[in-house]
């Protein structure tokens, strides 16, 4: 089993970033799949997750209206498009899902 993160980096307060995160070595299509993050010195947070087929989804209330989650069951890819970044944001990055699979976390930093 595999979930590989990526689209992380620098952006400046404001800015956007879309994470990816792609799956392999399970059937990606019926598990719920969520993005978590931790900033430094601060514990692990949910920060978005979806259903496998209904598209349902929850947002912390700290990034909803800002950030959007997404997948697509034929790459077996989870997405998270971050819009109007702000410095608090900062944090790694996890994918999550299939029987508690973890990535090994994408970086976003978010200063100017």
């Known amino acids: 089993v595999q979930l590989v993160e990526s689209g992380g980096g620098l952006v400046q307060p404001g800015g956007s970033l879309r994470l990816s995160c792609v799956a392999s070595g399970f059937t990606f299509s019926t598990y719920a799949m969520s993005w978590y993050r931790q900033a430094p010195g601060k514990e692990r947070e949910l920060v978005a997750d979806i259903a496998s087929t209904d598209g349902e989804t929850y947002y912390a209330d700290s990034v909803k209206g800002r950030f959007t989650i997404s997948r697509d069951n034929t790459k077996n890819t989870l997405y998270l498009q971050s819009n109007n970044l702000k410095p608090e944001d900062t944090a790694v990055y996890y994918c999550?899902?299939?029987?508690?699979?973890w990535g090994q976390g994408t970086q976003v930093t978010v200063s100017s």
């Open positions: 999550q899902g299939g029987s508690n699979y």
